[in-house]
């Protein structure tokens, strides 16, 4: 720790540091926290990829299956970084990052789905394309 | 550092009764609201509460950008117009070196905040180094597949498949790129000003961003790369 005058510590006042913090910004706990919650957000990270990348790349699980697995493997896999790496909690002062966040999920989900419902039906309502041709003078 | 005023032992078991799990809140009623989180009469939210807010509501609106081009890849997936399908185009050994390189980056990119966090400022500029070179790996591999692509004939006006991809997978290039670039001025503030509170700040932000890629790219490597090449 190298602590010049420049690097005191700006939070000195402040009471309950543990109460007060925000995504990727926790309270000055010991260091020690800070790299066991990296390492266990790395450790989880790497058992998800590689299930992902086995799973993509062998014929382990019945192959209709794996898109979904896939897909529901890189949801974990979000988690794990929002809760390790992002730091959103449960704690009074996430209320509204998580929040926020249900919010920018729902507009996601909206978006991506909403948009493959609404081409594929569109698709399956078009006209044969040699058709459409036919029609042309 | 945890500086209350109250001796250690009372500190720990005013702690241990109101979060007996360190689930970081506390019990439910147990206390007067958490000062400096803007709740009850306690005044209006820390800054650096309303700093990592903000730049969430950013990273929340640039996400639903980036959804877009999902949705216009997956509308587009099989409109390839007799041209390569995208299980041609997938080279798995390479998107594997590059999801190494990106979530190796986020892991030094955490640890670079430990050493902000501990006022270590030469193991912070360590692993924001180690962090943007893992970054530029990504890039570079990213930058040779689309190179080795055009040089097939695979370019983005050959079909609406390619022309998604290209959208997608190079508009997340292009925020990598332009967070090396923020993290490259972040070394440069580190170095010079050292751990002021804007610099702190501006830091959180960083690593909000750079871990906020890394999640982009999640959907990336699954829904372009692993669900082609199936």
């Not at chain 1, 910004?25 to 992902?52: K, Y």
């Not at chain 2, 820390?46 to 877009?68: E, P, Q, T």
């Not at chain 2, 890849?73 to 390479?94: E, H, L, N, S, W």
């Not at chain 2, 498949?161 to 997340?172: A, E, I, K, W």
């Amino acid at each position: 720790m190298s602590t010049s005058d420049t690097d005191t510590d700006v939070y000195d006042n402040r009471q309950n540091l543990r109460d007060d913090h925000a995504p990727g910004d926790e309270p000055p706990e010991e260091s020690g926290h800070w790299v066991l919650n990296a390492n266990l957000g790395l450790g989880f990270s790497i058992i998800l990829t590689a299930a992902s990348f086995l799973l993509a790349t062998s014929n382990i699980v019945y192959g209709p299956a794996i898109p979904v697995a896939l897909i529901v493997l890189a949801i974990a896999q979000m988690g794990v970084h929002l809760v390790f790496f992002l730091h959103i909690t449960t704690g009074p002062d996430n209320t509204n990052n998580v929040l926020a966040l249900a919010f920018g999920i729902l507009v996601v989900v909206l978006i991506v789905l909403g948009s493959i419902w609404i081409m594929d039906h569109l698709k399956q309502n078009m006209m044969p394309m040699d058709q459409l041709m036919n029609m042309q003078p | 550092m945890t500086d209350t005023g109250l001796p250690a032992s009372v500190e720990a078991i005013r702690r241990v009764r109101e979060d007996p799990h360190r689930l970081g809140h506390r019990a439910h009623g147990s206390a007067e609201p958490a000062a400096g989180t803007g709740q009850g009469a306690t005044g209006p939210a820390d800054k650096r509460i309303l700093v990592g807010y903000g730049f969430w509501i950013y990273l929340l609106s640039d996400i639903i950008i980036f959804s877009c081009f999902f949705a216009a890849f997956a509308v587009q997936r099989a409109a390839t117009a007799g041209g390569p399908t995208i299980a041609d185009i997938v080279d798995v050994q390479r998107v594997g070196f590059e999801t190494a390189a990106l979530l190796l980056s986020s892991y030094t990119c955490m640890l670079s905040f430990a050493a902000t966090n501990a006022r270590n400022r030469l193991w912070t500029l360590i692993f924001l180094f180690l962090t943007g070179l893992l970054g530029l790996i990504f890039v570079l591999l990213e930058l040779w597949e689309f190179v080795e692509l055009a040089d097939r004939g695979f370019t983005p006006q050959r079909s609406a498949m390619l022309t998604s991809f290209y959208g997608l997978v190079g508009l997340h290039g292009l925020h990598v790129t332009l967070g090396g670039v923020w993290l490259a001025t972040m070394m440069a503030q580190v170095f010079i000003k050292g751990f002021r509170r804007e610099i702190i700040h501006r830091l959180i932000c960083f690593n909000l961003f750079w871990h906020a890629l890394d999640i982009v790219w999640i959907g990336i490597f699954t829904i372009v790369y692993l669900m082609g090449v199936h």
